[in-house]
């Protein structure tokens, strides 16, 4: 499992990293999610008491490749996290998401709301995802974010029951989840005439979390609200809350991202 710290998930009032040491979270063997300091250390923390998976993050500084080498290859990992990238992913870090994904990795995208800019030289996540989505991936995936700021207070979306990969996600080898809750994002929604992805998580306000797959076995998941990975700590100044605690979001979070790495499913 690769977490992205290389595209500003560190800005403003966003931590979204597991720890501040990377490539290798330190310590190498915690004992508890605190020991990891990044505001989504306990999606990492479950990750690696589960003993299912290594958890590597993207150095600050680091390009994406495909083949190249390092910290930043994407032939070496099985799934690749980015939670609210800020800045945008250049178009050789696109080509090899895609051609990691063409070649059976998995993607998780996680975007914020529209206005959620972390700094002066940031760019909306929303933005930043759905350029690679559109135009990097040619609209290969069938999502999108829909740019827009639902669930100010607090939003409760549920499981789709119709879609054919829900199982995955609500009854996965975490534990049962049902509903996801943001507090302000962006919706996620299929793009027109597409049949590669599905709708996970709807809300009164549309989609919630969406997932997708790709002939040669490539999986992603898209997620409008960074809210739900926020675990309440950091080693920062900002203010967080804990949505990892908050309905179904660490069992829905965890399973999506076991779904991506062909665990189970």
């Not at 993607?107 to 690679?132: K, M, P, Q, Y």
Request: aromatic share 8%.
């Amino acid at each position: 499992m690769l977490f992205d710290t290389a595209h500003k998930q560190v800005a403003g009032q966003a931590d979204w990293i597991i720890d501040s040491h990377a490539p290798i979270p330190m310590p190498t063997m915690p004992t508890r999610e605190t020991d990891w300091s990044g505001g989504v250390s306990a999606w990492g923390f479950d990750l690696y008491t589960s003993s299912r998976y290594v958890v590597l993050q993207l150095p600050t500084g680091t390009a994406l490749t495909w083949g190249g080498g390092g910290a930043g290859d994407l032939r070496a990992v099985d799934v690749f996290v980015s939670d609210e990238p800020e800045t945008d992913f250049s178009a050789s870090e696109q080509q090899a998401m895609l051609q990691f994904a063409q070649a059976g990795g998995g993607l998780l995208l996680i975007s914020d709301h529209s206005g959620a800019v972390r700094c002066g030289t940031c760019t909306e996540a929303w933005r930043v995802i759905n350029s690679f989505l559109e135009t990097g991936a040619s609209n290969q995936f069938g999502v999108k974010c829909d740019g827009n700021d639902v669930g100010s207070s607090g939003l409760t979306g549920t499981v789709v029951a119709a879609s054919a990969w829900a199982p995955h996600f609500a009854a996965g080898p975490f534990g049962a989840g049902s509903s996801l809750v943001y507090h302000s994002g962006s919706t996620v929604s299929l793009v027109t005439g597409t049949t590669a992805a599905q709708l996970i998580v709807s809300s009164t306000a549309g989609g919630m979390m969406a997932a997708s797959t790709l002939p040669g076995g490539g999986r992603l998941v898209l997620v409008g609200d960074s809210s739900p990975a926020e675990d309440g700590t950091c080693a920062c100044t900002a203010t967080l809350h804990n949505g990892w605690g908050e309905g179904n979001d660490r069992q829905l979070l965890l399973n999506a991202t076991a779904w991506l790495a062909h665990d189970g499913s």
